[in-house]
């Protein structure tokens, strides 16, 4: 069967149709994965944060689940409880398994301190 120019052109712009439909797609498709990145992640917000996220469940686990409040007060003074010695006595694998104290004090140790000269 012989091709006319008119087939041609009729199969072409069906190419160019789903060509433009496949761009219209992957482009509506980027700009959702964009707002939903924008969205879920907020700059300031703890949800992008795995450190915050991280201290948020031993948090949690470790002292929400486990105390009860009498009252405001009462939960603000075992709250200041149990970060003293999460910050103090707890040692922490991001700081190579050291206490915040001990981590502060190997860096003031080994910190080269330079002076300035004025000629």
Known sequence: MARTISDVGRHSSLSDCKLKSKVRHQTEQQKTTELTTKVLS?????????????FHGIFRDEFMNVHWFLSLEDAKKKIEIWREGYNT???????????????????????????????
């Open 89 to 119: 006595i707890r040692p922490h694998s991001y700081l190579v398994d050291m206490t915040t104290e001990m981590f502060i004090e190997r860096q003031v140790e080994t910190a080269e301190f330079s002076t300035l000269e004025h000629s």
């Open 42 to 54: 907020w700059p300031g917000k703890s949800t992008g944060d795995p450190y915050i996220e991280s």
